[in-house]
């Protein structure tokens, strides 16, 4: 019997050493998982101002991270728009990846809005919290005269029939006066239409150079010099596209130009020089001296690649 304990001794022993050494090995080594972490260098920020997304992904291995599916932001998404991605970077550490993403996004849309949770698969799915963002109009804390917005009020439809009489005559009237008009230019002899002239693109940025050697903004004319920036903007994109926005609002105006400038981050800025000439027209905004020279360069770009984007349609 002793000799059969002898015989097994060491081979039970060696099991044990082995084992002890698994443990401490499966404790000693450090432990990784899959992680996402979401971030943004602000949540406050006003119409047409930036924010920087940031996404973070971890991968505790090379299997791991040959199967990492990332996610797909549309280029509008929940009142936001991006203006820059930026590629993503790998980090590799100790055998474990580190997956890094920085998107510009901006909003032209006042209000309080999410980004909405990304989700990313790497093994498993990994998802980030949405994150919350104030998006304020201009600053008119200043103005005495400014009153805020009040809730509607309804009021109960009540038949006024003096109203529905001026009314009537009105149309009445109104029409007279417009067959009274297509007889007059009916028989009158036509006349040849002058044209309009020709906005080429070097006389447009002649303009634009005209209107920044007169240096408004030293003479403290801010609104004078967006006001003319955006008119000569408007008057040559209303000439390339054939529409007028003369009668039009800013978001209208907006409308109109919406997919056709032919250069997304070109639009996007045009937008936030529209919405910066707003805030200095009405809300009295008086922005640094670099924002004015950024926009007589973001006006120059946008009438360039409008006018680009027409001739190559054209031909």
């Known amino acids: 019997m002793n000799e059969t304990l002898k015989l097994y001794r060491w081979p039970l022993q060696g099991c044990c050493w082995i084992f002890m050494l698994l443990c ?11 992680k996402i972490a979401v971030s943004a260098d602000r949540n406050k920020i006003v119409i047409g101002e930036q ?7 971890s991968a505790p291995d090379k299997h791991i991270a040959d199967q990492l599916h990332w996610f ?6 929940n009142h936001f ?8 970077d790998t980090i590799l550490t ?8 920085k998107i510009i996004i901006t909003s032209f849309d006042s209000g309080y809005w999410y980004i909405p949770a990304l989700k990313v698969t790497a093994g498993n ?41 001026e009314i009537t005559g009105a149309v009445l009237v109104f029409i007279v006066v417009v067959i009274l008009i297509f007889r007059y230019f009916k028989n009158r002899k036509p006349r040849k239409k002058k044209t309009d002239a020709v906005y080429g693109i070097l ?4 303009q634009i150079d005209e209107l920044d050697q007169k240096d408004l903004i030293a003479a403290g004319k801010h609104k004078l010099f967006f006001s003319e920036l955006v008119q000569i903007c408007r008057t040559f994109s209303d000439h390339q596209l054939q529409v007028s926005s003369s009668n039009k609002t800013t978001d209208e105006y907006m409308l109109l130009l919406k997919n056709r400038v032919g250069n997304e981050p070109v639009q996007i800025s045009y937008f936030q020089l ?35 984007f027409q001739f190559i349609k054209k031909s």
């Open 203 to 206: 006389e447009v940025l002649k």
């Open 94 to 101: 100790d055998g474990a990846y580190t997956f890094i993403q």
């Open 24 to 34: 401490f090995l499966s404790v000693g080594l450090p432990s990784f998982s899959q």
């Open 51 to 57: 924010i920087e997304l940031k996404v973070t992904v």
């Open 81 to 88: 728009e991006i203006v820059k991605r930026f590629p993503i």
């Open 72 to 77: 797909d932001l549309p280029d509008s998404f």
């Open 274 to 308: 529209l919405r910066l000439a707003d805030a200095v027209k009405f809300a009295k905004y008086i922005p640094a001296r670099e924002d004015c020279q950024q926009a007589i360069q973001d006006a120059k770009s946008f009438v360039q690649t409008i006018y680009e």
């Open 125 to 165: 799915v990994l998802q980030g919290d949405s994150i919350p963002v104030s998006v304020l109009p201009a600053d008119v804390s200043n103005l005495k005269e400014y009153h805020d917005f009040k809730d509607i009020v309804e009021v109960k439809a009540e038949t006024d029939w003096w109203l529905i009489a």
